[in-house]
Nanobody, 120 residues
Framework: EVQLMESGGGSVQAGGSLRLSCAAS??????VGWFRQAPGKQRETVGL???????YYEDSVKGRFTISRGNAKNSVYLQMNNVKPEDSGTYYC????????????????WGQGTQVTVSS
């Protein structure tokens, strides 16, 4: 059974940093992405990473957030720097063999999410 498990969420003041982790079991990560959803809002893409090429980042997080992969190929991280209150929400990692399905929010595998709260 494939499982994705996020961790590292919490409360942080604006301007601070958080590092989210996503660990996959039973699956070697190929295309992987981070998504977030704030209360009352639609889920949005934070960033996407394919096996090759540079990661994609949503405009509002460019220059502040960085996606990286672990050496074991079953983990991915989201380094969040200079966070803002509007970054608050539940963060999800998702994975699929297809980068395009991931981009369409139709990834096969999703984690349960980890909460991020940024206070001003």
């Amino acid at each position: 059974e494939v499982q994705l498990m996020e961790s590292g969420g919490g409360s942080v003041q604006a301007g601070g940093s958080l590092r989210l982790s996503c660990a996959a079991s039973g699956y070697t990560l190929s295309a992987v992405g981070w998504f977030r959803q704030a209360p009352g809002k639609q889920r949005e893409t934070v960033g996407l990473s394919n096996v090759t090429g540079n990661p994609y980042y949503e405009d509002s997080v460019k220059g502040r957030f960085t996606i990286s992969r672990g050496n074991a190929k079953n983990s991915v991280y989201l380094q969040m720097n200079n966070v803002k209150p509007e970054d608050s929400g539940t963060y999800y990692c998702a994975a699929d063999e297809s980068y395009w399905l991931l981009k369409l929010h139709r990834a096969r595998y999703w984690g349960q999410g980890t909460q991020v709260t940024v206070s001003s």
